[in-house]
């Protein structure tokens, strides 16, 4: 290469990198490149830092809510240690904003808590910061050089892209000049999410502390985020709401998480023959919410917690739950302004808004310890906190599963005041169901197939599932349930004629239910099917055999091709779907390699899923004459191409 050919490759790489900063940097609010000082109006981020001396900035992406409650505690213990934060949903702000803290002498150190939603892909909060950092890296710049950071993933390792986003914000963050303080931090909401974070927490601290110059040395102070105000619109009281003020009153399209359609129950059906076990069939009038749903997508259900429940807290920490307050943050430096939709009624913020009925995080249980006045209980809680004494706080609050109310009573010297607790609680996230039903045969109505939740615990307490049991008890003739649709990718190949294989004991039923109704339709429409296999379990075939005639139906009308099924406690040995799988190995060979069908697991991922993963290597390993390291690149491969998806939880 001569001197003009390097001229022309340098005027086409920096063309190359306007062209990505600009597309980047196209979307900020100022529509501008790399500032020369630093931005001091208030309204923007480094203004927000400059004039608030931020030390961390805290960042979160969430689809559950989990995300969201890690970073208010990361920031708790970041006060306790001297340090001050902001709090921000990524989607507060954009690259070029996050670009600019470049131009700050001391930048602030930014921490992600970032979670990775179905098949691999950033919460939709994340979406442009995920699609802006690839943009820039295609770039070759390093516009965050002189940047720290650190990242914690929430995922879930059922999962093949097992916390992708978070691996991909760290990678591309450090391509891009940032500099990471310490190793990205995967949590895994199959196994104790809540134990990745800790331990992840216990290397943070130290790093920070000392990139920031700071002790690590925490007070046992509780640092409130929120303070009840006096200022505010008395017109204007949430009822229970999400997000809109009103919007139960007044119900408008379009219908979403933030607004929910508030829906009739036109059936509510006992599925089970089981004195000790429920599984409810639900349809849900959609009326004129022109709402839409595809075979697969899931449901959203807001629920509320127990009334008596909510009355027997309130009367411990003494809250007049028809009493009117409002939180709000005490500082800029939390850019959500209200923990939850204010102003409202104590009644209302324990009944719709937080979680009461959840086990305590660890951060929780430090609050409560200057809060106790007795001091052998003192004692107790900052030993059950301490790092060398994790596996007593998990046994305690987790493995026994006891919720705040149980705390309080196990600590009767705990004084906290009502609007105090409510912030510490973590929000009341709405709860997920497989649709059950094709809107092509159902048009004004949504199904869901639900296992109500009512355990026995060994120390002798019931546990009961918030959402389950709120179905289960609603009077359905006076109650209208507040529901939105989550559309999903598990769904029906575009080509018909591929077989599919359904693999979905108990309620993982549910979608394949939806899935032959959408078959059944398209038969009629003289539409070519491939063949359709399921392979349905349960313990006991005369009590929970869900939708059997249904079942047995589209078997005789050839909408359902092959039908077998498990039950695990029908016989002395337990027979499982995985053992299907076995036992029909020479068939589902056929379906699946030899004419491209497509697999579809849904239900328990801790153990089920991960045994039908196995027997489907095993299958591909002795049906076709294989070794175990080509079967998993097999499985791996049809996950790529999407011939095989999974709907777990």
Known sequence: MDRWDYITVGVIGIATLVFVLTKVFGKSKKNTLVLQTPNTDPQTLTGEVLQGGIDVLLLYATQTGTAEEFVYQLSADLRRLGLSTMICDVQDYDSAELLELTEVESPPLLTFLVSTYGEGDPPDSALNLSEDLQHLVQAEAEPFKGMQYAVFGLGNRTYKDFNSFGKELFKNLQLLGATPILDIGLGDDNENIEADFLNWKDELLPSMCSVLGKDLTASNVSFRLYHLIDDYNHDKIFSGEPKLWNSFAKQKCPFSQNNPYLAQVNVRREMFSDPNRSCLHFEFDLGNSKLRYSAGDHMGVFPTNNSAKVEELAKRVGADLDQVFCLKAK???????????????????????????????????????????????????????????????????????????????????????????????????????????????????????????????????????????????????????????????????????????????????????????????????????????????????????????????????????????????????????????????????????????????????????????????????????????????????????????????
């Open 331 to 649: 500082d800029r430096a939390v850019k959500k302004v209200y923990p939850f939709p204010c102003p409202t009624t104590y009644r209302v913020a324990f009944t719709h808004y937080v979680d009461i009925n959840c086990s305590p995080s660890l951060s929780l249980l430090q609050d409560l310890i200057p809060c106790a006045s007795d001091d052998e209980e003192k004692t107790r809680l900052a030993s059950m906190v301490a790092k060398d004494n994790r596996e007593v706080f998990f046994k305690y609050a987790k493995a026994e599963q006891r919720d705040i109310l149980q705390v309080m009573k196990d600590f009767p010297s705990v004084k906290i005041a009502p609007d105090h607790l409510l912030e510490l609680l973590p929000r009341l996230q709405p709860r997920l169901y497989s649709i059950s039903s094709s809107q092509r045969v159902n048009k004004k109505s949504v199904h869901a197939t639900v296992a109500v939740v009512r355990d026995k615990l060994a120390r002798g307490a019931t546990f009961e599932g918030v959402a389950t049991t709120y179905l289960e008890r609603i009077d359905i003739a006076t109650t209208k349930v507040p529901i939105f649709v989550r559309h999903s990718t598990f769904s029906l190949p575009m080509k018909k004629n591929h077989p599919i294989i359904m693999i979905g004991p108990g309620t993982g039923i549910a979608p394949f239910r939806g899935f032959l109704q959408e078959r059944e339709y398209l038969m009629g429409q003289d539409k070519v099917l491939g063949e359709a296999l399921l392979l349905f379990g349960c313990q006991k075939e005369s009590q929970h055999y869900l939708y059997r005639e249904e079942l047995e139906e589209y078997v005789e009308k050839g909408v359902l091709n092959h039908l077998f099924t498990a039950f695990s406690r029908d016989q002395d040995e337990k027979r499982y779907v995985q053992h299907l799988i076995a036992e029909n190995s020479a068939l589902l060979y056929n379906l699946i390699v030899e004419k491209h069908g497509f697999i579809y697991i849904c239900g328990d991922g801790k153990h089920m899923a991960p045994d039908v993963r196995a027997a489907l290597c095993t299958m591909y390993r002795q049906e076709g004459a294989k070794t175990e390291a080509q079967a998993k690149d097999w499985l791996d491969q049809l996950e790529m191409r999407r011939h095989l998806m999974q709907d777990v939880w």
